[in-house]
């Protein structure tokens, strides 16, 4: 009788048919810092998404993958040379990918021109998003770890840094020629939005 009830069990394992699994993950089956999946995951990231957040009476109101702006750069209307600011800025943070130690951050610029910057744990990420008058940051993860938190921080002030530099340094650089021209004290304003940086 045993042997009998083992063999039906094999014989229906075989005949249903195959469930498709990416591995019990949320994600995507895509590489892992695929370019063109680069807009899919600031959707779906981190790898440790909430699907699981009301399982134990908590219930989650806000969507978990929507993103937090940390701080939007106005600029005078129309001044922001897109294309030579997006090249200048990947540059500068592919330059912070060993900030502090070699491996902490991923730089990948997505199809859509976005810059992203993915931490090395995994639990966040920043994108910065470029258009003719504003320069915006945005963090992806609903639950950042301490340690994104604080490297994050870093790399920000460094990046308003350089676009301070880009914006105003250089007295021989006419206006018009600059990347970027930011409305009044916009960078600094910024800056504020972001904890103290160490001295």
Known sequence: ?????????????????????????????????????????????????????????????????????????????????????????????????????????????????VLDMFFKDKTGMFSVTLDENSISVDRYGPRPSLQYLLQESVVLHDLLDELNSLAFEGDDIEDENRLLRPKGDAIEKSRETLPARKA
């Open 1 to 113: 009788m045993c042997s009998f009830k083992f063999v039906m069990a094999v014989v229906l394992l075989i005949a249903l048919p195959p469930i498709p699994c990416a591995g019990f993950s949320p994600l995507l089956p895509t590489s892992k810092y695929s370019t063109k999946a680069s807009a899919i995951r600031r959707e779906v990231f981190p790898l440790e998404a909430v699907f699981i957040g009301g399982l134990f009476g908590k219930k989650e109101t806000a969507d978990p993958n929507a993103p937090k702006r940390i701080f939007d750069v106005p600029c005078e209307a129309g001044t922001v040379k897109v294309g030579g600011l997006r090249f200048a800025l990947g540059l500068h943070l592919i330059g912070q990918q060993g900030n502090p130690e070699k491996g902490t951050w991923l730089a990948n610029q997505a199809d859509d021109g």
